[in-house]
């Protein structure tokens, strides 16, 4: 049985980017309490072969569930790919809400026809993710581009300047030649390099991110099992990290 209502929800990620999941899950479930863990010390999942990421993502989500958590938001897509349906397996009663890179929103919206995805490379080599691509992309093409580094930056607290700005060149570069005017952001760090990745693509092309609809998904899970917290019960949220737990904070401020 999964916990009661008025228990706390579980967020996880690799570090400082399921935070961005968190401030969309906050402003849409406003009276729910949040935990959330950070996995810093194995930061990043990116580079990690699928069988240490499914690893970690049950650790981790063992050490939510062991504080009482009634649904677990995996907000990593990189963990979401590699790891949920094991998840799902190890607990069949606990809810798993994962991560769905935008790409079925991106393929209904652009006008070039040809859609890029910025994502890690383990996420976008995952079954997964080439399984969304071929259901949803029958007449677009899909541009991918795995980003070594740009997690590596966020997680450091750096969202913009020379590092960021140069990494970004190099990887926005095959998008925009390929003619995407669609960019889907497909790793929960790249929210935050959001206002910099849209001042350097311009106004012609659109920006996606899945946050607002993950957050709409994990609701309507909730109401599905009959756990949404009662309202008034405040929305406390609990931070735990793996590894340094200082930058984490620092990125409070920013969700808030
Ligand atoms: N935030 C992550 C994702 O959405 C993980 C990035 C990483 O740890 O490499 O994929």
Redesign the pocket.
Known sequence: MSAPADSPIGVF???V??LSVLRALRACLADERFIYYADNAY?????RPDHEIQQRAEFVSKQLLQKNCKLVVVA????TIAAIAGLRQKYPDVPFVG?EPAVKPACAQTRSGVVGVL??GA?LSGDKFLRLVADHARDVRVVTQPCPGL?ECVEAGELDGPRVRGLLETYLAPLTAAGADVIVLG???YPFLRPVIEQMLGPQVTVLDANAAVARQTRRILDQFGLQAASGGGSALEVLASGESDAIKGFLPLID
Not at 43 to 47: E, K, V
Not at 76 to 79: D, H, Q, R, Y
Request: aromatic letters at 4%.
């Open positions: 990620d690799s570090g980017g399921g930061c990043p999942y990116g580079g990593c897509n990189t963990a991560m994502a890690t996420a997690v790793c929960t760090h």
